[in-house]
C-alpha cells in the first residue's frame, strides 16, 4: 500500500524566511502528486500538483514543489515566507497501482508557523 | 462553478445515538465522491468513495456506513456512534480521476 511521510510535524520559520517540506511516498510506479493547506479555520484548499511533464511545479502564493522521481519526494518550497502562510500543509499521492488513482493518500501534515 | 456543501459544520452526540452527515456538490455532474476522516497529526484517512449513484466501496472497516442516493448527494451514516468516531469528517469530489476539491468538513463530537 501507498504511504506518504511528512517527517516535519512542526515547523517555526520568522518572516522572509525560506521554506523547504519534505514529503517522501513509497509507490514506485506512476503518481499524481498534491500539496494542500489548511489555513486556520478555513477547509483545505489545493496548493499545486503534478500529473506530468516539468518536475518543477508552480502553485499558488509563490509555492513550488519539485519532484524528484529518483528519490520519491515531491518537496515544497517558498523562497520568502509571510505570517498569512502560518497553516497545516499536507502532502498527498495517488497512485496507479490498482488499475485506478482515486485512492488519495496523505501525509500526516506539517503545522507551519510564521511568527512576525 | 462547482462547490461542495456540508452540513451540520459541527455536531455534538451522544454515545450509541445515530449519525447522519450530508454532503452535496454543485456546477458538476456524475462526480466522483469521497468521505474522509481527518485526526489531529494523522492526515486524513479515506473512510468511503462512491463512482456513481448507489455505488459505494469501503476502505476501512468501522461502525459508518455510506450511501449516495443522488449524483451529487453523499450521506455518512452511523446507527450507534462509538467514541471514537469523533473526529474531523471531510467529503470531496473529483472528475474521473483527477484532482480532489474538499468541502468545509463537519467536527463530530462523540459524548
Known amino acids: 500500500a501507498q504511504s506518504v511521510s511528512q517527517h516535519n510535524h512542526h515547523v517555526i520559520l520568522s518572516e522572509a524566511a525560506s521554506l523547504e517540506l519534505g514529503c517522501n511516498y513509497s509507490y514506485g510506479g506512476t503518481v499524481n502528486l498534491f500539496w494542500y493547506v489548511q489555513y486556520p479555520g478555513q477547509h483545505l484548499q489545493l496548493l499545486l500538483k503534478y500529473f506530468s511533464g516539468d518536475p518543477l511545479v508552480k502553485g499558488i502564493k509563490g509555492f513550488e514543489a519539485e519532484f524528484i522521481k529518483s528519490k520519491f519526494s515531491f518537496n515544497l518550497r517558498k523562497p520568502s515566507v509571510q505570517w498569512s502562510d502560518t497553516a497545516e500543509y499536507f502532502c498527498?499521492?495517488?497512485?496507479?497501482?490498482?488499475?485506478?488513482?482515486?485512492?488519495?493518500?496523505f501525509g500526516s501534515g506539517t503545522q507551519l508557523t510564521v511568527l512576525p | 462553478s462547482q462547490t461542495i456543501h456540508q452540513w451540520p459544520a459541527t455536531l455534538v452526540q451522544p454515545v450509541g445515538s445515530p449519525l447522519s452527515l450530508e454532503c452535496t456538490v454543485e456546477g458538476t455532474s456524475n462526480p466522483n465522491l469521497y468521505w474522509y476522516r481527518q485526526a489531529a497529526g494523522r492526515g486524513l484517512q479515506l473512510l468511503f468513495y462512491s463512482v456513481g449513484i448507489g455505488q459505494i466501496s469501503s476502505e476501512v472497516p468501522q461502525n459508518l456506513s455510506a450511501s449516495r442516493p443522488q449524483d451529487r448527494q453523499f450521506i455518512l451514516s452511523s446507527k450507534k456512534l462509538l467514541l471514537s468516531d469523533s473526529g474531523f469528517y471531510l467529503c470531496?469530489?473529483?472528475?474521473?480521476?483527477?484532482?480532489?476539491?474538499f468541502g468545509p468538513g463537519t467536527r463530530l463530537t462523540v459524548l
Open positions: 470531496a469530489w473529483s472528475v474521473f480521476e483527477d484532482t480532489q476539491y
Open positions: 498527498a499521492v495517488n497512485d496507479f497501482s490498482s488499475g485506478s488513482a482515486r485512492q488519495l493518500t
